[in-house]
């Protein structure tokens, strides 16, 4: 079984949901107009802590990678990164 993990800013916790910038209005990468109705996530933990300080950077607060449970579909478009409709968080990685 595969671990997945989501880095973003730290204003999140542990069983909260991850729902899609559809529903959130928030869309770190402003170019982005696909996948819009998708939470991504990643199995590597270096692309996670990447992820972490460019959400904290345009957000605000701290870096924080966090372990997540996809909920519906799981897609892999890309070599590690993978999206599903949400996510559950479940542990704070760091």
């Known amino acids: 079984m595969k671990t997945f993990y989501h880095g973003t800013s730290d204003n999140l916790k542990i069983g909260n949901i991850l729902l899609p910038p559809c529903n959130t209005g928030n869309l770190r990468e402003e170019w982005r107009k696909k996948l819009t109705n998708k939470v991504f996530f990643t199995?590597?933990?270096?692309?996670?802590?990447?992820?972490?300080?460019?959400?904290?950077?345009?957000?605000?607060?701290?870096?924080?990678?966090?372990?997540?449970?996809?909920?519906?579909?799981?897609?892999?478009?890309?070599?590690?990164?993978?999206?599903?409709?949400?996510?559950?968080i479940i542990k704070i990685i760091d």
């Open 43 to 88: 199995t590597s933990l270096m692309s996670a802590r990447m992820y972490a300080k460019k959400a904290a950077a345009r957000y605000g607060g701290n870096p924080i990678v966090y372990e997540v449970k996809p909920i519906g579909d799981i897609w892999n478009p890309n070599t590690n990164e993978y999206v599903a409709d949400r996510a559950k």
